[in-house]
Each structure stands twice: as structure tokens, then as C-alpha cells.
């Protein structure tokens, strides 16, 4: 073999190249026998021969090395649609930290439909566009060519672009697949996951794409919680469950998560009761609950999240859920009774984005002004119990911008690292493998975490 390394002009790595050198090499051992003076030096020449191949192979073995590391210095390139925004934001930034992190080369693209706000996420994260580590790519999910164009070359697409109330396709997956990439959601739309897993989960199989729908922190880690929660209760046995959310102000989200809210206050939250599926009105049946990390004492109310179908409907704890329902809560209280009173107003009304948008837009500075008196605190807690075994499981972050990003990217990391079998699963179907495990560690980071069994 003739070896040779050169500079990569794509990446400045450095790729190890090898050539032929065909049957002349004078690495060949050569058959002496019979030929000119070989009963001069025949023992001569087996010595040589033996004592110089290992050093010989050397350069071979070497070559090898340097195109593994080649490969595994190979930039991941992971597609955020949606990068613009609060989420999307957050999310980028964890991923292009944990990058940094674990020294592992990653280059973000940000799809969107605005440069401007994409120069205002480079600001907001106090990115030079010279680093080179985050471009743009213009992006609608409406359009199918566009999403084709922005998933090419991609590892995985991260789709942040909320809300997902209304929407009736889940196109970013449906091109995920098509395009053979890794994908995962932070979907709070119950129907839409429901839709996505059953019209995608054999398409995925298929092409070999691994695919997790409702991730973030809640739904998401959340869900995660509750399903490693049950690996602790005694098998076979019904299961009890309750979720339970609290975040003051907006979390730092700003108007997305209002306008998120006012959507989800047009849906029926969907609950187990005594093992029979039934959908009762948001924002109703209020409860008192104790969260950890000095939140205390909160009101939160019944709101849908995909947690509680997901979780009813996965592999593990299908059949076994006899009473889950999932509520959240915020501060201060009167954002609690203002939602009251939205709940009331048509569903028409309610699920009509560029008037709830509009809506959550003209209140923006009131919002801000109070998330600055609140602070931005994230907790959760669910509870489980089976036979005389009760776990709780909390999880406080004091910023709920940040740990829903730090969520996201952890769920988008195990994509990348191939942890992920292929298929569309729920985020809660994770728990007990490796990414499972990776990601409910990872989340925990900045948090305050507290695991509970008690046996009575």
C-alpha cells in the first residue's frame, strides 16, 4: 500500500487516503526458489522478509485510524425548525453547548421564514455569523419542496415550531422520513401525535428512521418521569397516576406559551377514570399541590397534554393505567382566574392562531412586566401509586425558556449518537434503554430532583 494523507477542503480534517500498489510492490514476499544467486542468500532474504513486515503493516493500520477518526470527527448537522423562536432558540443554544461540551464538531441550521429574526437569535445568543457553527435555511411547513431542501444533509430535524394546535398533518415528520432523517417534536397536541404515530410509525420502520414525538420538558421529560416512575411499582398491578405542573409567569416564554395556552384551553383534557378514556373540560376540577425547591403550595387546573394519552397508550403501560389526568398552574393567581374566563369564550375563537396571537402580542408588556416580578420557576411533579407502593418523582428548574430547551436538545443528542431504535415512538416509551436513561439524566442539569418510594 502507498499512504498518503491529505487536508480535507471541506472540513480541514485531516482523511487518510491508501492506493494499490499492485503486484510489483516490493512489500510482496517473492518466491526465490530456483532463481539467480537465491542459494547465495536464501536465508538472508526470509530474514529481511520477516523482520521488516510488521513495521511494514504500520502505515496500514495507521491509515485505518486516521479514517475512523475521520468519520467520528464528521460534523453532525441538525436541522431546528422553528430555531427563531423561544423554544427553538433555547434549543439551539443546548445543542451548540453540549457540542462544545463533549468536543463534538456540530454545525445547527436554523429553518424558518424570516433572516431577520434569525440575525436577532445570532444576537440574542451572541453568535458571530463567522463561527460557522449556525446557518439559515428558509423553511415552511406548508410547503413539502421546502422542507425537502432543508433537510438535506441533515442528521436530525428538531421541529420547535409551535403551536401545534389545529394542525391536522404532521408534514416535518412525514418529510423526515421521507428524506430518511431523524426527528423528534415538542407537539402538545394530543390528536396530532396520535395521528403522527399511527400514519408514520411503519413508513419509519421502513426507511430505518428513529422518531420521538412529544418531547420537550413537559410533555416530554415529564412523561419520562412517570413511565420510569412505574419500572418501581409492583408488576401487574393498576396504576394510579397524576401530573402536575406549576410555572410562574411565562417562564421566561413570553407570549408563545400564552398563545399556546389560550389553544389549549379549546381542548377537552383527556383523562383516564377507572380504565375508561374520558375528555372533560380544561381548566376545571382545581387542586392544591405541594412542589418542591421552595415553590410550595399551588392551584393548578386539568389541561391536556399528550403525556397522559401517550402514556395510556405505550408499550409498557398499556392496559395497566387505571386513573391518570395531568394539571398545570401559574403565577401570579390572577393568571390563573384570567384563563378561567378565556376558557369560556368560543372554541372557534380560541383555536384561531393569528387572533390568539394578536391576543398574546398586545398583552406582551404586561407579560414581562410580571415574569420580571414572578421569575420564570418550571416544577413538576407526578405521583404514581400501585398495590402499597406510592412513588413521587419532582423536577424544579427555575427557568422554564431554558430546561425546555435543554430538554429538547437532550432528546435530539440520543437521535444523533444512534441511541434511538427506529420507528415513531412517545417520549415515555425511552424509558429503561440508554437514551432514556441519557436524556432523564441530562434534564436534570440546573435542576433540583427528587425520587420518593414509600410502602405502606
Not at 539467480?36 to 529481511?48: F, I, N, S
Amino acid at each position: 500500500l502507498n499512504l498518503s494523507v491529505i487536508d480535507c477542503c471541506a472540513c480541514g480534517a485531516k482523511c487518510a487516503s491508501a492506493t494499490e500498489a499492485g503486484a510489483g510492490s516490493r512489500l510482496e514476499r517473492a518466491d526465490t526458489r530456483g532463481a539467480p544467486g537465491a542459494a547465495d542468500t536464501p536465508a538472508l532474504g526470509r530474514t529481511a522478509d520477516r523482520s521488516t513486515r510488521p513495521w511494514r503493516r504500520m502505515p496500514a493500520l495507521l491509515s485505518l485510524l486516521a479514517l475512523a477518526a475521520a468519520a467520528a470527527a464528521a460534523p453532525w448537522r441538525a436541522l431546528v425548525v422553528g430555531g427563531n423562536g423561544r423554544v427553538g432558540g433555547s434549543t439551539v443554544r443546548w445543542l451548540l453547548k453540549r457540542a462544545r461540551d463533549e468536543s463534538r464538531p456540530l454545525h445547527v441550521v436554523v429553518g424558518g421564514r424570516s433572516r431577520a429574526n434569525f440575525e436577532r437569535l445570532l444576537a440574542r445568543l451572541g453568535i458571530a455569523p463567522s463561527d460557522g457553527c449556525i446557518s439559515f435555511v428558509m423553511c415552511d411547513l406548508e410547503d413539502p419542496a421546502s422542507l425537502d431542501a432543508a433537510l438535506a444533509g441533515a442528521d436530525v430535524c428538531v421541529h420547535t415550531a409551535g403551536p401545534f394546535q389545529s394542525v391536522e398533518r404532521p408534514t416535518c415528520l412525514e418529510a423526515a422520513v421521507r428524506n430518511r432523517v431523524a426527528y423528534c417534536d415538542v407537539c402538545d397536541n394530543t390528536a396530532l401525535a396520535q395521528a403522527g404515530r399511527t400514519a408514520f410509525d411503519e413508513p419509519a420502520m421502513a426507511a430505518q428512521v428513529p422518531a420521538v414525538l412529544a418531547c420537550g420538558i413537559w410533555p416530554g421529560v415529564s412523561a419520562l418521569m412517570v413511565s420510569s416512575a412505574a419500572l418501581q411499582l409492583p408488576p401487574g398491578e393498576p396504576i394510579d397516576a397524576e401530573l402536575s405542573f406549576f410555572t410562574a409567569g411565562t417562564g421566561n416564554a413570553g407570549n408563545a406559551i400564552v398563545a399556546a395556552t389560550f389553544h389549549l384551553l379549546a381542548e377537552p383534557a383527556y383523562c383516564m377514570r377507572d380504565g375508561v378514556a374520558t375528555e372533560l373540560p380544561p381548566w376545571t376540577e382545581k387542586r392544591r399541590v405541594t412542589f418542591g425547591a421552595g415553590v410550595g403550595e399551588r392551584s393548578i387546573y386539568l389541561l391536556d397534554n399528550p403525556d397522559v394519552f401517550t402514556l395510556s397508550n405505550s408499550k409498557q403501560l398499556a392496559g395497566r393505567i387505571r386513573t391518570i389526568s395531568s394539571r398545570f398552574g401559574t403565577a401570579p393567581q390572577v393568571w390563573n382566574e384570567l384563563f378561567g374566563v378565556v376558557a369560556l369564550a368560543p372554541h372557534s375563537l380560541l383555536l384561531n392562531r393569528p387572533a390568539m396571537a394578536l391576543a398574546a402580542g398586545f398583552s406582551e408588556p404586561i407579560i414581562r412586566l410580571v415574569d420580571k416580578l414572578v421569575g420564570a420557576t418550571n416544577a413538576m411533579r407526578v405521583d404514581l401509586r400501585a398495590g402499597k407502593r406510592s412513588v413521587t418523582a419532582e423536577l424544579v428548574h427555575p427557568d422554564l425558556e431554558d430546561c425546555v430547551g435543554l430538554a429538547t436538545s437532550a432528546f435530539a443528542w440520543e437521535l444523533l449518537r444512534g441511541t434511538v431504535p427506529t420507528g415513531v415512538r412517545y417520549a415515555c416509551e425511552l424509558a429503561g434503554t440508554e437514551a432514556g436513561e441519557q436524556i432523564l439524566e441530562n434534564a436534570k442539569r440546573g435542576g433540583e430532583w427528587r425520587f420518593k418510594i414509600t410502602d405502606s
